[in-house]
């Protein structure tokens, strides 16, 4: 251990995996792939067996944590859709419909008032340079910041509705069972 790391504190950016056992790293360096990579590539970077990296890999298709590409060679990459749909089914089981349903209000309220700010529906449809040029109050900073959170809000109170639509069909279920 460096002299500048502390024991309790996160492991260094440039060692994430270190303590992780193989399996681990290579779900890590999964989660860090914005695009298609080998399996010798993902070893690499989890510093693993390239044939350890395949079993995993393998394994994670199979569950549909990463999306295999057949090819020479043959690719993985992040299903994303996997992790909305974890996302959700966790929001689902962690709070309850009214909580999920303030949520929604919340982020909804949220969103009408950048509609309102913008005079736009999307935050795609606002020319940050222009609301900057424009605005006394805001800077082009705040504008991107301002559009930043305005599209997580978005898709946010999607998750959350997706979240409050299965907890509200889950209870159905349980009440009529």
């Given at each position: 251990?460096?002299?500048?790391?502390?024991?309790?504190?996160?492991?260094?950016?440039?060692?994430?995996?270190?303590?992780?056992?193989?399996?681990?790293?290579?779900?890590?360096?999964?989660?860090?792939?914005?695009?298609?990579?080998?399996?010798?590539?993902?070893?690499?970077?989890?510093?693993?067996?390239?044939?350890?990296?395949?079993?995993?890999?393998?394994?994670?298709?199979?569950?549909?944590?990463?999306?295999?590409?057949?090819g020479h060679p043959t690719t993985y990459e992040r299903n994303d859709a996997?992790?909305?749909?974890?996302?959700?089914?966790?929001?689902?089981?962690?709070?309850?419909?009214?909580?999920?349903?303030?949520?929604?209000?919340?982020?909804?309220?949220?969103?009408?008032?950048?509609?309102?700010?913008?005079?736009?529906?999307?935050?795609?449809?606002?020319?940050?340079?222009?609301?900057?040029?424009?605005?006394?109050?805001?800077?082009?900073?705040?504008?991107?910041?301002?559009l930043a959170d305005w599209a997580t809000a978005r898709d946010?109170?999607?998750?959350?509705?997706?979240?409050?639509?299965?907890?509200?069909?889950?209870?159905?279920?349980?009440?009529?069972?």
């Amino acid at each position: 251990m460096s002299n500048t790391e502390s024991p309790d504190g996160p492991p260094s950016f440039e060692d994430a995996f270190r303590d992780d056992d193989v399996e681990q790293r290579i779900y890590g360096t999964i989660l860090q792939t914005r695009e298609p990579a080998t399996a010798s590539a993902i070893a690499e970077q989890a510093e693993c067996d390239p044939k350890t990296a395949r079993k995993y890999l393998g394994w994670f298709s199979d569950l549909g944590i990463v999306t295999r590409h057949d090819g020479h060679p043959t690719t993985y990459e992040r299903n994303d859709a996997y992790f909305q749909w974890r996302r959700i089914n966790q929001l689902a089981a962690e709070h309850t419909i009214d909580e999920l349903q303030e949520h929604v209000r919340n982020l909804t309220t949220r969103i009408t008032d950048y509609e309102d700010t913008y005079d736009a529906t999307t935050p795609a449809a606002v020319n940050a340079v222009d609301a900057a040029e424009t605005s006394d109050e805001r800077t082009i900073d705040d504008v991107y910041s301002d559009l930043a959170d305005w599209a997580t809000a978005r898709d946010e109170r999607k998750r959350y509705e997706r979240a409050r639509q299965q907890r509200a069909g889950a209870d159905t279920d349980q009440a009529s069972g």
